[in-house]
């Protein structure tokens, strides 16, 4: 089983939408996650990071995190064509050393 | 004026070859990593380094060699290059390895894309 489980899409969704991206991974210890958006051709950014059961909110983008399920998604609301990326989910490996393990990415295209 | 930056941006070359991947960041973070993002967009990592002392050192061939200088330098040398070698390689870096959450984020130079014909 990977430690960080993405479903690779594409996702598609019209401009104005809400996009769901999801993640679940499997070490119940894990205690801090994150997702990247990453543009073609680009380096991973970070937009939002999460340690704590429930939701965050920034901006357009909400975290959400659900320890005893063990997943993490991303909600996106009123999407537009720039969100059109790959995200790229985010948790600690279960060694020392801040070994952060990253999904598969999932690749997100806005329609307009 | 870049926070992380890794030279060069392209690298193509020769299987057999020797070659090196500079990187630097200006934020003053103790940590810093090489992670390898393959063409299906795998990005894992390769190694960490918390200032200058080895951390992390995943199953890597060991072609591979990094060198940490000091804590704001972290290179990358490749012996005898393969075709498989080729890839986009990011250095990252983050504050330290303390229990604070917030300090392991990680912030990624530009990559480096190498091809190895």
């Known amino acids: 089983q990977k430690e960080v489980e993405q479903n690779s899409g594409p996702l598609s969704v019209p401009e104005g939408a809400i996009a769901s991206l999801n993640c679940t991974y499997s070490?119940?210890?894990?205690?801090?996650f994150f997702w990247y958006r990453q543009y073609s051709g680009k380096s991973p950014e970070l937009i939002m990071s999460?340690?704590?059961?429930g939701d965050k909110e920034d901006g357009r983008f909400t975290a959400q995190l659900n320890k005893a399920s063990q997943y993490v998604s991303l909600l996106i609301r009123d999407s537009q064509p720039s969100d059109s990326a790959t995200y790229l989910c985010?948790?600690?490996?279960?060694?020392?050393?801040?070994?952060?393990?990253f999904g598969a990415g999932t690749i997100l295209r806005v329609k307009s | 004026d870049t926070a992380v930056s890794q030279t060069p941006k392209y690298l193509v070359t020769q299987m057999g070859n020797d070659k090196s991947i500079k990187c630097e960041q200006n934020?003053?973070?103790?940590?810093m990593y090489w992670y390898k993002q393959d063409s299906k967009k795998f990005l894992k990592i390769m190694f960490s380094?918390?200032?200058?002392?080895?951390?992390i050192n995943e199953t890597v061939p060991n072609r591979f060699s990094p060198k940490s200088p000091d804590k704001a330098h972290l290179n990358l040398h490749i012996n005898s290059l393969e075709l498989g070698d080729s890839a986009v390689y990011f250095c990252?870096?983050?504050?330290?390895?303390?229990?604070?959450?917030?300090?392991?984020?990680?912030?990624f130079g530009s990559g480096t894309q190498l091809s190895v014909l």
């Open positions: 934020l003053g973070h103790d940590t």
């Open positions: 070490d119940r210890g894990s205690q801090s």
């Open positions: 990252a870096s983050s504050q330290d390895l303390t229990g604070d959450l917030s300090r392991k984020k990680l912030f």
């Open positions: 999460i340690y704590s059961n």
């Open positions: 985010a948790a600690p490996g279960r060694e020392y050393g801040n070994k952060l393990v």
């Open positions: 380094y918390n200032n200058k002392e080895l951390i």
